[in-house]
């Protein structure tokens, strides 16, 4: 219980619940199965950007290249299967191999001419969508095809609701939740996802100790770009449109979901359910705002004001273990 | 011969930046032939080097304590909201030039105080509360932009007295009035830098801020003075953009962002604290000017000119990371 107490992902967790009891108590339609299918199905692609995120940011590093590279590689998948054709194991594979090789080009950069991750990433963010951009002409597609379309609209299982209007778990939450466990295990029970923790808590002691430091940055930023990639993929499966401006200019509000879960950017830190809540507390807020009718320009302001009061927290309990951790060594 | 060496070290960073800018001055009037030389495009080019300008330096004092300011487009177009709101409510076309003059003067007032507050907000949570800038700066940026919308409610604000316009379009002794303000500001930020025991300060804590906390240096008063004139110049730049735009957004100027830490990195600064001038910064600024300049004259996308601005911030680094490593090299044997 004490443990519970220290730890970010707790305070998080009650956030959470104090605004389900309110909004519900406004509006009993937020708390409802289909509401929640509906959620776990639309916040889905920013879900799977989030794991990426938490995974660099353990690392030590930031990236904010992901939604272009994500819309680089939806792009070269839609054309792709247009011309092509295909089928949805071509599609997914397109776009991870694509963002998948971005990513490395990030770690390439940041490795070998040791420039730190938030300038390349700034920069790649803008030489991948620019170049997107002048390639694509900025035109949206709509015409996709009969097989990409129907998949987004399977469900794992369908039930009906009072108004006989039926709702299900959509196959693009499974994917999400598939990611999710996939990542936890990477994290939890392999060399390369404790290698991850080590670099970021400390990059010479993980040297020391024997840690390919080259292959686990490869590692790190490729696998966001590779989540990228099907997050692109998965975004276009849940609006039906490719349009290349709609993922970019997104990519602060995703690190905003990871940070509000407790990661920190110093690296080292971080937990797969922290982040989680994070993506939680964020759609719950802008689901929750909508269903309360506020009008939708105080959003920016509620995340704000919510990030603000989240990071504070976590610098003023930093802060006051590291007091503490002195005080141990005067006794 | 010593001296001259230091002399000459002490100034090679300044002296490579010029050889970029005559280059890319040729370059671009040799692809371009007769109609970059014109004087028009000079002069267009000092108007719209100024409002970048003074954004890049409220990003690279920052940027010199090991800090980041990812609030400062947020914050001028917030500024430039509660500026224009006041000139469109309260500035009558009927009434005498002095009444609307004070009015402007007291407009532009309210807009400094709100930028200095953020700036004040910003420095708070970075030196008192110990986050970290990227972090802080990015939940102010999400909340001044949140705010800059409910107050907007995502229009247009437009219509603004024409005596305000003079500040971004007007001229003095032919020279653009937002230059006039852009050398002020850089002068004065030059001086600050150089001058003063803050800019020193400024410097160590961006080099070793322990070493500087040691040394008797209150960073967190220097920290929140850093973020205090980033915040003020972000409102000056605000007080050029509303003017020459002749209205204010909450979206305005955001490919602004990469272009600021584009311009200081490219001018010297570096991205780990400690090092960077002035100087370095407004050559960095006027060989940008010129690309773009050049590029639009040419008629390239403004995509991918972008794209073209991330490459040469790649490029700029890579060059800085093997001139550093082969300095290094050289000291150790």
């Known amino acids: 219980m004490k443990k519970l107490l220290t730890r970010h992902e707790t305070y998080v967790f009650l956030v959470i619940i104090a605004l389900c009891v309110i909004i519900t108590s406004i509006t009993p339609r937020f708390f409802t199965l289909e509401n929640l299918f509906d959620l776990l199905r639309s916040y889905s692609f920013m879900g799977i950007f989030a ?127 598939a990611i999710v466990i996939l990542a936890w295990v990477i994290l939890r029970y392999t060399i390369v996802g404790r290698g991850i923790y080590a670099m970021g808590g400390n990059l010479t002691s993980a040297q020391r100790a024997g840690f390919n430091i080259f292959f686990l940055q490869m590692f790190v930023y490729s696998f966001m770009g590779l989540l990228a990639g099907i997050a692109g993929v998965i975004q276009v499966l849940l609006v039906q449109t490719m349009a290349p401006n709609s993922m970019v200019g997104k990519e602060l509000d995703v690190l905003a979901a990871v940070v509000l879960g407790g990661a920190s950017l110093a690296g080292g830190t971080g937990t797969l359910t922290g982040t989680l809540l994070g993506v939680a507390l964020i759609a719950i807020m802008s689901n929750g705002m909508t269903m309360m009718r506020i009008p939708s320009f105080w959003y920016n302001v509620f995340i704000g004001l919510t990030i603000i009061a989240s990071v504070s927290l976590s610098a003023y309990r930093r802060r006051r273990e590291k007091r503490r951790a002195i005080a141990v060594e005067v006794e | 011969m010593v001296t001259e060496d230091k002399v000459l070290r002490k100034y090679s960073e300044t002296i490579i930046l010029i050889l970029v800018m005559l280059a890319a001055f040729l370059l671009m009037g040799l692809l371009n032939g007769r109609g970059f030389f014109q004087f028009g495009n000079f002069q267009s080019m000092a108007f719209q080097l100024p409002e970048l300008g003074i954004l890049s330096l409220a990003m690279m004092i920052t940027m010199l304590t090991a800090g980041i300011n990812l609030s400062i487009i947020a914050s001028a177009n917030l500024t430039g909201i509660v500026m224009a709101l006041i000139l469109t409510h309260y500035v009558k076309p ?240």
């Open chain 1, 51 to 177: 794991i990426g995120v938490l995974f660099v940011l353990i690392s030590g590093g930031i990236d904010i290249s992901f939604t272009a590279v994500a819309t680089v590689a939806a792009y070269t998948m839609t054309v792709v299967s247009i011309k092509y054709g295909g089928n949805m194991l071509t599609a997914f594979l397109i776009a991870a191999v694509v963002g998948t090789a971005l990513g490395m080009l990030n770690a390439a950069i940041i490795y070998f001419f040791n420039i730190p991750s938030i300038i390349t990433t700034i920069a790649t963010l803008n030489i991948y969508y620019g170049i997107l951009t002048v390639v694509s002409g900025g035109k949206w597609i709509y015409s996709l095809p009969t097989w990409f379309r129907e998949f987004g609209e399977i469900k794992v299982f369908t039930l009906t609701s009072g108004e006989g209007l039926s709702y299900g778990l959509s196959l693009v939450t499974v994917i999400w939740f």
């Open chain 2, 94 to 333: 009927e009434a005498s030039g002095l009444a609307s003059g004070l009015i402007i003067f007291l407009a532009v007032c309210a807009g400094l105080l709100v930028s200095a507050l953020i700036g004040l907000l910003n420095g708070f949570l970075i030196a008192t509360v110990d986050v970290s800038p990227i972090l802080a700066t990015l939940g102010t940026m999400i909340l001044l932009n949140g705010f800059a919308i409910v107050l907007t409610k995502g229009y247009v604000i437009s219509g603004l007295p024409q005596p305000i316009r003079f500040i971004g379009n007007g001229l003095v002794l032919g020279i653009p009035m937002p230059m006039i303000i852009f050398i002020l500001c850089a002068g004065f930020m030059a001086l600050v830098l150089n001058q003063t025991p803050l800019g020193v300060n400024i410097y160590m804590i961006g080099s070793n801020p322990v070493a500087c906390y040691f040394a008797g240096v209150n960073n967190a008063r220097v920290l929140l003075k850093t973020y205090l004139i980033s915040g003020l110049y972000s409102g000056i730049a605000a007080i050029i953009m509303i003017s020459r735009f002749n209205s204010a957004k909450a979206d305005y100027g955001e490919s602004y962002l990469l272009m600021t830490v584009l311009a200081s990195v490219l001018g010297g600064t570096s991205a780990a604290g400690g090092f960077g001038r002035v100087s370095g910064l407004v050559i960095a600024l006027i060989i940008l000017q010129i690309v773009s300049s050049g590029l639009n004259l040419l008629g390239v996308s403004a995509f991918l000119t972008i794209a073209i601005w991330g490459l040469i911030l790649i490029l700029v680094m890579v060059v800085n990371t093997l001139t550093a490593r082969v300095q290094t090299k050289r000291q150790t044997t």
